[in-house]
């Protein structure tokens, strides 16, 4: 059980550095402006982020259900 734990919330690690990585690299060090679409990469990128984070709660979920 414990190493099934241990998986789940290095998932939940990942999915964390999944959206920082995101941010830093396209959004904050702006790689954004490379896209010939920006308002769409805006939007593709906020949505990634929002499945990594619904990713990131399902994980969550399951910990605390064990």
């Given amino acids: ?3 099934l ?7 939940i690690k990942f999915e964390d550095e999944f959206i920082e990585l995101y941010f830093k ?7 954004i402006e490379f896209f010939p679409d920006q308002e769409k ?3 593709l ?3 990634l982020i929002t499945e ?3 990713h990131k709660a399902a ?3 399951i910990i605390n259900k064990l």
């Fill in 1 to 3: 059980m414990e190493d």
């Fill in 59 to 61: 994980l969550e979920t």
């Fill in 52 to 54: 990594s984070q619904s």
């Fill in 25 to 31: 690299v396209i959004k904050d060090e702006g790689f």
């Fill in 41 to 43: 990469a805006k939007q």
């Fill in 45 to 47: 990128l906020q949505k």
């Fill in 5 to 11: 734990k241990s998986l789940l919330n290095q998932g």
